[in-house]
């Protein structure tokens, strides 16, 4: 928040601790099921103090949704002005979305419930997702272009790997076996050799380029 | 349904029409939204006459994920029964679901929505789906052991293939310019590739064999 006041910075740091807890409820019990009530109590507020930050919970969900495009935003675009291969560029980009939905702000899981916003708030969600979706698929097309990546759809080829980062949410379990950092370390590998001709090439049953 | 009379066979097949009948409206309002009026409307039938098949809109949904499950564990234990390398069987696998995603009963879309069923239809499905994906798992193991894949974790590589594969009933139209064949064929290349090491392997970042 570049130009922002102390009260505002200050007001932005609590609302996200609040988002924090309120995630923690969202992936315990599902979204719908949570109330306001329960969301002030595992943010440790009164609920005239949470109204005080936020109106409902749309407006948390609002939030969640915004701030997790931001960060995932910002990474894609710093991806971008890297001068690295297309290759290293793209997984960093997947492991900052692994990290974002699955790590510290664990409930951005909500940041995919964008059907239950009202639609003018949905709407600047979803301009700002297909900014970044658009920024992955530049990505994915330069390594195309300059020849470091098979020669594919790049717009199909950046759904398969956003469906496999979101779909994360759905089976992830934070007590489970693997880390976020894991899940990101695996699923940048894995997504981003897809992209690298195989040797085999002649196999593998798609346009190509080797 | 093998050993099923001639009347079970035929309620079946009107049981699969009323399906496809909804499924185009869960598509083009939502799950939720729709109403088991719109279902008769759409299949052509009187409300009375849509009770005849399906007592209410969670037993229409359970129909679908059963039926949707159904086809992908046929498809997924002919591909493991195939005497055809791991990269083929996967590749005829992923096509199959996402042929039975997007294709002919568009809306198996709902085959995702398993919260909104009761718990012990939700536990039947989930076992299934279980199933499924171990199926899954165990081809990419057995071409992780027979050298041909890339020595990765093929649960989490599985995770991303079926994260891949699902989320696209999100994101495809079917008024697009991509057709579910597309998608299939292009998504059943990507994902192959990924297992099957790359050239440039020092770069990939991941465990690897060669």
Redesign the interface.
């Known amino acids: 928040m570049p130009g922002a006041g102390r009260a505002d910075r200050r007001r932005h740091t609590r609302r996200l601790e609040i988002l924090s807890a309120a995630a923690r409820s969202f992936r315990s019990r599902?979204f719908a099921a949570t109330g306001m009530r329960e969301i002030a109590a595992a943010a440790d507020l009164s609920p005239a103090n949470l109204y005080h930050y936020f109106r409902g919970k749309q407006e948390l969900l609002y939030f969640c949704q915004e701030t997790s495009l931001e960060r995932m935003l910002a990474a894609v675009r710093a991806a971008r002005r890297a001068r690295t291969?297309a290759?290293?560029r793209l997984?960093a980009v997947i492991r900052a979305h692994v990290d974002c939905v699955l790590g510290e702000m664990e409930g951005a899981a909500a940041h995919l419930e964008v059907?239950d916003l009202p639609a003018p708030l949905k709407r600047r969600i979803l301009v700002k997702r297909d900014l970044y979706e658009r920024d992955i698929r530049r990505i994915v097309a330069a390594g195309i272009t300059s020849g470091e990546f098979?020669d594919?759809?790049a717009k199909?080829?950046t759904?398969?790997?956003?469906?496999?980062?979101?779909?994360?949410v759905?089976?992830f379990r934070p007590d489970g076996e693997?880390s976020p950092s894991?899940?990101g370390?695996?699923?940048?590998?894995?997504?981003?050799?897809?992209?690298?001709?195989?040797?085999?090439a002649s196999?593998?049953?798609?346009?190509?380029r080797a």
Chains 1, 2 share one sequence.
């Open positions: 599902g291969p290759a290293e997984r059907d098979v594919c759809d199909l080829t759904q398969a790997i956003l469906g496999a980062l979101n779909w994360s759905r089976w693997r894991d899940v370390t695996a699923f940048a590998a894995y997504l981003v050799r897809g992209l690298i001709a195989a040797p085999s196999r593998s049953n798609g346009r190509k």
